[in-house]
Every structure is written in C-alpha cells, then in structure tokens.
Antibody, heavy 120, light 110 residues
C-alpha cells in the first residue's frame, strides 16, 4: 500500500535551515505529483509546494517562494523540502502528500507529518 | 487575495444530516475548481474523503457525499456518527501554483 514517511523535523533557530525528507513506497514514484502541506499549531492546513512527475515542473506558494525548495530523488523514491531563512511563523507539522491521477487536482494520500519548531 | 470560506463550527445530532460548505471570498465555486474534501482528527494526518466535487475516495462510506450547492461546494454527511466528530477541510484547485485551502470546519456530533 502507499506509504509516505517524513523525517528531518526538529528544533531550529530563527534564520536557520532544515531539510525535510519523505520516503515513499507502494507506488510508482515517477508517476505521481507530490506535495508538501503544513499545519501550524491550532491552525488549518496550508499548501506549500508541488512537484510534478519527473521533477521538471515545480510550484510554490507565495508565502515560501525564495525560501523553500521542493525536489525529488527518483533513485531513492524520496521527496525533499529544503527550508531556508526560517522564522517562528514556520513552526508547524509538515506533511508529505501524493497527488491524485493527472487531471484530478487533489491529494489522495498523506504522510503522518514531521514537526518543525523554529525557536531561539 | 482569494480566500476560501468554511463554517468555523457546525453541530449535528447522531443520525442526523449536516452540510458543510466551501465558498470563495469573491466569485463562485464550480466544478472547474475540482473541489476536494479532507477529514482530520486532531493530532492525526488528514484523510481524503471526496475529490473532483463528488467522487468518494477509496474506503469512504457513502454517507459522505459532495456536490455544488448554489455558488459553493458542499460536503453532506447523512446518518452522522460519533466518530464523524472532527475537522473538515475543503481544497480548491485554481492553478498548479495556487491550491486554496479553507480554514476548516469543526464538526460536533451531539
């Protein structure tokens, strides 16, 4: 079955960087678009970034443009999110998620999330 | 900036029917936004319920249904059960770089 396992979360100081990873299994990684979505404590879900199939097309929310970069390692079936210039506003649980079939424009599977805490 | 609107909180009696809606701060929601709905128990990852307006995700019981009602997307739960008590989020697809998440509806079953 589809498995998405995030890692790399932790505590980081403001201005610091962190790289999240999402190990995937149970499906053809290169056939699926992949997303990162986050949820700040007590808040709703926020879409962050999307990467399409072979990684050639990437999209980011305005709130993280210039700071966050999504990428995928096809050889390892792993999704990444490089986060730079972190602020306390970036404190959240970060979810890796799989996109639905082409043309359906939804998220069909979610990882369990990894917590990122930005604090001095 | 376009904002997706959801009722912050709703309640339903066990066995009853409730409709959650998903609108836009400006404009109407149509099938062109590919509305999808997600259920989240606090402390857990979201679960996908409905996509492309009214298609149930695998394993989702048929008491969950999606539609367009007027100028909004809607999620209707019929025969509400105690374990339906959680948060529900709608998502509207505007473009590959714009995925609009609603603020969520906290559903209480009492």
């Amino acid at each position: 079955q589809v498995q998405l396992v995030e890692s790399g979360g932790g505590v980081v100081q403001p201005g610091g960087s962190l790289r999240l990873s999402c190990a995937t299994s149970g499906f053809s990684f290169t056939s699926c678009a992949m997303h990162w979505v986050r949820q700040a404590p007590g808040r709703g879900l926020e879409w962050l970034a999307l990467i399409l199939y072979d990684g050639s097309d990437k999209y980011r929310a305005n709130s993280v443009k210039g700071r966050f970069t999504i990428s995928r390692d096809i050889s390892q079936n792993t999704l990444h999110l490089q986060m730079n210039s972190l602020t306390t506003e970036d404190t959240a649980v970060y979810y890796c998620a799989r996109g639905g079939k082409p043309g359906t424009h939804y998220i069909d599977s979610w990882g369990q999330g990894t917590l990122v805490t930005v604090s001095s | 900036q376009t904002v997706v609107t959801q009722e912050p909180a709703l309640s339903v009696s066990p066995g009853g029917t409730v409709t959650l809606t998903c609108g836009l701060s400006s404009g109407s929601v149509s099938t062109s936004y590919f509305p999808s709905w997600y259920q989240q128990i606090p402390g857990q990852a979201p679960r996908t319920l409905i996509y492309t307006t009214n298609t149930r995700s695998s394993g989702v019981p048929d008491r969950f249904s999606g539609s367009i009602l007027g100028n909004k997307a809607a999620l209707t739960i019929t025969g509400a059960q105690a374990d339906d008590e959680c948060d529900y989020y709608c998502v509207l697809f505007k473009s590959e770089d714009t995925w609009l998440f609603g603020g969520g509806t906290k559903l209480t079953v009492l």
